[in-house]
Structures are given as structure tokens and as C-alpha cells.
């Protein structure tokens, strides 16, 4: 079969690899569409944290059965959205339903082969809790929409967005156009989006209802220790004052600073939901205002199995509409074009699709 192998750092090369085995118990499953990552981008320039070598990248997979090796609920020619967690279902977090803690976690496309190839194996961990089935006529490239989806309600449910709440997102790319699309249903008395990008800020603006600041010129997305800085006082006009209740990242551009904290509301969130860039995660925060306002930092990384399946039921039922997210679909023999689409932000979502 064709896969994409990532080799090294800055190596991706389209190889003949053999077709992998149906693992006793799982699956194996032909690709049918596979989104490019932000962290794919990042993963093929400078390397992760929780990869391993050589991989086969891509973990917002969407695939048909086409062998399946016992009585799970699923069958040949069904149609799936996969959850690319592999937890082991027997530590504290997983017994939880916490299953994104686990502590022997594996994930497709990091620590082990994901969809950027014409078949993957899915292990019989994925049956159990992580093989979504879809309707047959859905789209496949909407479909696999679904993982990063689940990341936002995971970054929402840990900050505890909730109706009337005021939101701020800090970029308006692919992960920034969906938390707003679910801040907005979980009825967000307001989402304000700070973006630089034009194109990005038209398509927010066209599908959205989110007040956008436009960062293109010279207004910093981080706000200076300076206290005539612009984007506190926008902020500050934007909610008579009263500051934002939740702070979503979904840029690594943003500084972790105690300039953030001054945009809060009392009471107020902030997740760090991108990965932040070097230089920016290690700043003072100003502790003593935590304390009187109350406020909370909290991280997000991934999203657990159920909330895998509550975004697929979101998008299925169309109650989230995402489909102006996907603005490139390329073969996999075309993948190189999948990432510069993703890298250059020259639009938001590039998916590999197969047949
Ligand atoms: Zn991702
Ligand atoms: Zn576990």
C-alpha cells in the first residue's frame, strides 16, 4: 500500500509499505479521508514530544471497514470515524471515563501508525470505545472534523463555557473557527475572535456570529504590561468593561503573561489549548490577582473517547455546521499540497482524501 512515512524531521516520503494485518480482534480499515493537524505541520518541521520514528503521521482518521475480526457492533463496509487515543482501559483515569489521561496512552499517528496511508490497523482498543460508525452518505472530510471538534469540547468542558459566558479566542484558523462555532451553541452570551489574517477573518465573520478584532495592524495579540495597551481597551470596551469569562488559545503565538489575567472577568478562565511556542510559556503570572479574582489557567491537550463520539454527533446532526472549515481536499499522492495548505494558512482545513 502507499503511505506517507515521516523518516525524520523534515523527511515525508510516499512509500510502497506492506498492507498491515487485521491485529487479533481489531480491524483493518481503508482511509477515506484524513485531516491535516496543526501539530502534523509541527511534527514534520521540528519533531513532537510523543512521536516516534518512522511514522506514519495523521490522527483525524475516517475510514471504511474492510476487515473486521470478531462481533463488535461494527462490520465490513461500515463507515467509522476513529477515536486516535489507544488507552488501556484498566488505570485510574481510564475507569474514570477520563480516557485521554491514560497512563499507558498511545496515539495514532504519534506513537503509532495513523491515516496518511491507503490502510490502517485498528487495534482491538479501538473497537471497544473508539471506532465511530457514520451515516453511509455523510461526508467522509466533514467526518474527520470530528477529533479536533472533540479537542475544543474538551478545552470548553475543562474552562466550563456555558450559556451567557464571554469568549475570547486567540486565533481564527481551523481549531479557533470551531471552538466558536461551539461556544455559540452552547449559547455564549458573546465570542470574540482576535485574528490578522484577512481570508480568516472574512470566513469567521461570513459563518459566525463572533465579534472579530482585526490584529493586522500593529495591535499585538499579546497584551502589553503597558496598561494603554489596545487590546485591553478593546476588550474592556467590547464588554462594558466587565472583561472576558474564558480565554481560548488556538494560536501558539499567544504569551501566557499576567497582561492576560487583566482581561479577565472576575471568576474568569483561560485554556492553553495550542501548544505554546518556546519563549512564550515560561512568564510570570501574576498570582495575587488569581487569588482575589479567582481566576484559573488550566491546559487541554487531546479529547477522551466520549467526547470523540459527542462530536461526531454533532456534526452528523448538523446542530454544528462545519462544512466552510474544509477548504482543500488533495489525493495521497498529493500530500505535500495538504501541508503547505495548512503551513502557508492560506485557508483553514486541507484533508487527505482517498477513494
Ligand atoms: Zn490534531
Ligand atoms: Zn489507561
Given at each position: 500500500?502507499?503511505?506517507?512515512l515521516l523518516?525524520?524531521p523534515?523527511?515525508m516520503e510516499?512509500?510502497d509499505l506492506p498492507r498491515?494485518?487485521c491485529?487479533?480482534?481489531g480491524?483493518l480499515?481503508?482511509?477515506?479521508a484524513?485531516a491535516v493537524?496543526g501539530t502534523d505541520?509541527?511534527?514534520?518541521?521540528?519533531?513532537?514530544?510523543d512521536?516516534?520514528y518512522?511514522?506514519?503521521?495523521?490522527h483525524?482518521?475516517?475510514?471504511?471497514?474492510?476487515e473486521?475480526?470478531?462481533?463488535s457492533?461494527?462490520?465490513?463496509?461500515d463507515?467509522?470515524?476513529?477515536?486516535p487515543g489507544i488507552?488501556?482501559?484498566r488505570?485510574g483515569?481510564?475507569?474514570r471515563k477520563?480516557?485521554n489521561?491514560?497512563?499507558?496512552m498511545k496515539?495514532?499517528?504519534?506513537?503509532?501508525?495513523?491515516?496518511f496511508a491507503?490502510?490502517?490497523?485498528?487495534p482491538v482498543?479501538?473497537?471497544s470505545?473508539?471506532?465511530n460508525?457514520?451515516p453511509?452518505?455523510?461526508?467522509?472530510?466533514l467526518?474527520?472534523?470530528?477529533?479536533?471538534?472533540?479537542c475544543?469540547i474538551?478545552?470548553?468542558e475543562?474552562?466550563g463555557?456555558?450559556?451567557?459566558?464571554?469568549?475570547l479566542?486567540y486565533g481564527a484558523?481551523?481549531i479557533?473557527?470551531?471552538?466558536?462555532?461551539l461556544a455559540?451553541?452552547?449559547g455564549?452570551?458573546k465570542?470574540?475572535?482576535?485574528?490578522k489574517l484577512?481570508?480568516?477573518i472574512?470566513?469567521?465573520?461570513k459563518h459566525t456570529?463572533a465579534?472579530v478584532?482585526?490584529?493586522?495592524?500593529?495591535?499585538?495579540?499579546n497584551?502589553?504590561?503597558?496598561?494603554?495597551?489596545d487590546?485591553?481597551?478593546?476588550?474592556?470596551?467590547?464588554?462594558g468593561?466587565s472583561?472576558v469569562?474564558?480565554?481560548l488559545?488556538?494560536?501558539p503565538e499567544v504569551?501566557?503573561?499576567s497582561?492576560?489575567?487583566?482581561l479577565l472577568a472576575?471568576?474568569?478562565?483561560?485554556?492553553?489549548?495550542?501548544?505554546p511556542?518556546?519563549g512564550n510559556?515560561?512568564?510570570q503570572?501574576d498570582l495575587?490577582?488569581m487569588?482575589?479574582?479567582e481566576l484559573?489557567?488550566?491546559g487541554?491537550y487531546?479529547?477522551?473517547?466520549?467526547q470523540?463520539?459527542?462530536?461526531?454527533e454533532l456534526?452528523?446532526t448538523g446542530?454544528?455546521r462545519?462544512?466552510w472549515i474544509v477548504?482543500k481536499?488533495?489525493?495521497?499522492?498529493s500530500?505535500e499540497d495538504?501541508?503547505s495548505?495548512?503551513?502557508?494558512r492560506?485557508?483553514?482545513?486541507?484533508v487527505?482524501?482517498g477513494?
Open positions: 500500500m502507499k503511505a506517507a523518516k525524520s523534515g523527511v510516499l512509500e498491515p494485518e491485529p487479533p480482534g480491524a480499515l481503508k482511509i477515506v484524513c493537524c505541520v509541527k511534527m514534520l518541521q521540528q519533531g513532537h514530544r512521536l516516534a518512522p511514522r506514519i503521521l495523521g483525524e482518521i475516517v475510514g471504511r471497514i474492510v473486521i475480526d470478531r462481533a457492533g461494527l462490520k465490513e463496509g463507515l467509522c470515524q476513529v477515536w488507552a488501556c482501559g488505570c483515569p481510564c475507569l477520563e480516557d489521561r491514560c497512563r499507558n496515539i495514532m499517528g504519534f506513537n503509532f501508525d495513523g491515516g491507503e490502510y490502517m490497523a485498528l482498543q479501538s473497537l470505545r473508539g471506532a460508525l457514520l453511509e452518505n455523510f461526508d467522509p472530510a467526518a474527520a472534523l470530528a477529533e479536533p471538534l472533540a475544543c474538551n478545552g470548553q475543562l474552562t463555557v456555558s450559556e451567557g459566558d464571554v469568549v479566542i484558523g481551523p479557533g473557527a470551531l471552538h466558536a462555532l455559540e451553541l452552547k455564549a452570551g465570542v470574540i475572535i482576535a485574528e484577512p481570508e480568516r472574512r470566513e469567521i465573520e456570529r465579534r478584532i482585526d490584529l493586522s495592524d500593529d495591535l499585538s495579540i497584551p502589553s504590561m503597558d496598561r494603554s495597551n487590546l485591553e481597551s478593546i476588550i474592556q470596551s467590547e464588554t468593561g472583561g469569562d474564558v480565554i488559545t488556538a494560536t504569551k501566557m503573561d497582561a492576560q489575567l487583566r472576575p471568576g474568569g478562565r483561560i485554556c492553553i489549548f495550542s501548544g511556542r518556546p510559556y515560561e512568564e503570572i495575587r490577582s487569588h482575589y479574582h484559573m489557567i488550566v487541554a487531546g479529547c477522551s473517547s466520549r470523540n463520539r459527542q462530536a461526531v456534526l452528523t446542530k454544528i462545519a462544512d477548504t481536499r488533495t489525493a495521497l499522492s500530500i495538504a501541508f495548505h495548512s503551513s502557508q492560506a485557508g483553514l482545513k486541507s487527505v482524501c477513494v
